[in-house]
Nanobody, 115 residues
Framework: QLQLVESGGGLVQPGGSLRLSCAAPGFNLDRYAIGWFRQAPGKRRELVATITSSGSTDYADSVKGRFTISRDNVKNTVDLQMNSLKPEDTAVYHC?????????WGQGTQVTVSS
């Protein structure tokens, strides 16, 4: 069964950086579009970034120029490099894959931006 596993979250000061990874043990991610989402307490889940199977990317306006989504086909991960982090980036970050056999989410990784 497909399982998504996020990692890389943590506590960082404003202006700092984190790199999140989304892995799928035993499943080849490079054939599918992957999305990174986030949900802050009391707020709706929002789409942060997507990458297609061909490598095209798209970003929420709030993270453009600061976040970069990419694939590491050697490690079979989809990563989210987050730079110039702001307190409003604080949220649980999830990755998502929507396949012909189902829609899957990871358990999430907490990102906290605070001084």
């Amino acid at each position: 069964q497909l399982q998504l596993v996020e990692s890389g979250g943590g506590l960082v000061q404003p202006g700092g950086s984190l790199r999140l990874s989304c892995a799928a043990p035993g499943f080849n991610l490079d054939r599918y579009a992957i999305g990174w989402f986030r949900q802050a307490p009391g707020k709706r889940r929002e789409l942060v970034a997507t990458i297609t199977s061909s490598g095209s990317t798209d970003y929420a306006d709030s993270v453009k120029g600061r976040f970069t989504i990419s694939r590491d086909n050697v490690k079979n991960t989809v990563d989210l490099q987050m730079n110039s982090l702001k307190p409003e980036d604080t949220a649980v970050y999830h990755c998502n894959i929507d396949t012909h056999f189902g829609d899957y989410w990871g358990q999430g990784t907490q990102v906290t931006v605070s001084s």
